[in-house]
C-alpha cells in the first residue's frame, strides 16, 4: 500500500501506474515522488464479537516512513447489545459442539451416568397415545444410533423432562464415552 502525502489518499501500485501510464517504473517497484510507502502492521486483539478493527489514516513515525493505523470501533452502542452478542455466540459455538449422532452404547452410558437409565422405560410407557407410544418404543428398542434430531428422540427426552439444553448436554458426554 501507498500513500498520496499531498492528498493523504492511500493507493497501491496498480492505481499508481495507471496513474502515469507513459512513466517507466524500475524493478522492483519504486512510487514517484509524492507517493510513500505505508509499512504495515498488524491490528490490534480485539472481540470480533462485540468489535472490529478499522484501519485508519497512516502516521509517518519518527523512523521517517508511514506506518498502518488501526483504531477498534465497537459493534454495538449498550452494554446489553454486547452482553446478547456475547450470549448469542456462546449459544452457537455450544450447539455447534453437539455431536449429530451417537452409538446405542453412549446414549445409554450418559443415561446412566446421569440417573436417567431406569427413568427411560417408564417414561414411555406414560406416553398417552398409543401410536406415538410404540413409535417410541421401537427407536429405543431397535437405534443403534440416536440422532439428535429425530423428532421421536426429542418426544423421548421430553417424557424424561429434559430441556433442548440438558437434550444437548447429554449428547455432548455421551460422545466423550
Given at each position: 500500500?501507498?500513500?498520496?502525502?499531498?492528498?493523504?489518499?492511500?493507493?497501491?501500485e496498480?492505481?499508481?501506474?495507471?496513474?502515469?501510464?507513459?512513466?517507466?517504473?524500475?524493478?522492483p517497484?519504486?512510487?514517484?515522488?509524492?507517493?510513500a510507502?505505508?509499512?504495515?502492521?498488524?491490528?490490534?486483539?480485539?472481540?470480533?464479537?462485540i468489535q472490529?478493527?478499522?484501519?485508519?489514516?497512516?502516521?509517518?513515525?519518527?523512523?521517517?516512513?508511514?506506518?498502518?493505523?488501526?483504531?477498534?470501533?465497537?459493534?454495538?452502542?449498550?452494554?446489553?447489545?454486547?452482553?446478547?452478542?456475547?450470549?448469542?455466540?456462546?449459544?452457537a459455538?455450544r450447539?455447534?459442539?453437539?455431536?449429530?449422532?451417537?452409538?446405542?452404547?453412549?446414549?445409554?452410558?450418559a443415561?446412566?451416568?446421569n440417573?436417567?437409565l431406569?427413568?427411560?422405560?417408564p417414561?414411555?410407557?406414560?406416553?398417552?397415545d398409543?401410536?406415538?407410544r410404540a413409535?417410541?418404543?421401537?427407536?429405543?428398542?431397535?437405534?443403534?444410533?440416536?440422532?439428535?434430531?429425530r423428532p421421536?428422540?426429542?418426544?423421548?427426552?421430553?417424557?424424561?423432562?429434559?430441556t433442548?439444553?440438558?437434550?444437548?448436554d447429554?449428547?455432548?458426554g455421551?460422545?466423550q464415552?
Amino acid at each position: 500500500m501507498y500513500l498520496n502525502t499531498q492528498t493523504l489518499q492511500r493507493t497501491n501500485e496498480s492505481d499508481i501506474r495507471a496513474a502515469f501510464p507513459n512513466t517507466s517504473f524500475p524493478v522492483p517497484f519504486v512510487a514517484p515522488e509524492g507517493y510513500a510507502l505505508v509499512f504495515p502492521s498488524p491490528p490490534p486483539e480485539f472481540n470480533p464479537i462485540i468489535q472490529r478493527a478499522q484501519e485508519i489514516a497512516p502516521v509517518l513515525t519518527d523512523k521517517g516512513h508511514y506506518e498502518q493505523q488501526w483504531e477498534i470501533v465497537e459493534l454495538f452502542s449498550t452494554q446489553a447489545e454486547k452482553d446478547a452478542a456475547i450470549a448469542a455466540d456462546i449459544e452457537a459455538k455450544r450447539k455447534a459442539s453437539v455431536p449429530a449422532s451417537v452409538t446405542r452404547r453412549q446414549a445409554k452410558q450418559a443415561l446412566l451416568l446421569n440417573g436417567l437409565l431406569a427413568n427411560v422405560q417408564p417414561a414411555i410407557d406414560a406416553i398417552p397415545d398409543a401410536a406415538q407410544r410404540a413409535m417410541i418404543q421401537i427407536e429405543w428398542d431397535d437405534s443403534q444410533v440416536f440422532e439428535r434430531d429425530r423428532p421421536a428422540l426429542i418426544a423421548l427426552g421430553s417424557a424424561l423432562g429434559l430441556t433442548s439444553v440438558q437434550l444437548d448436554d447429554l449428547f455432548i458426554g455421551a460422545a466423550q464415552l
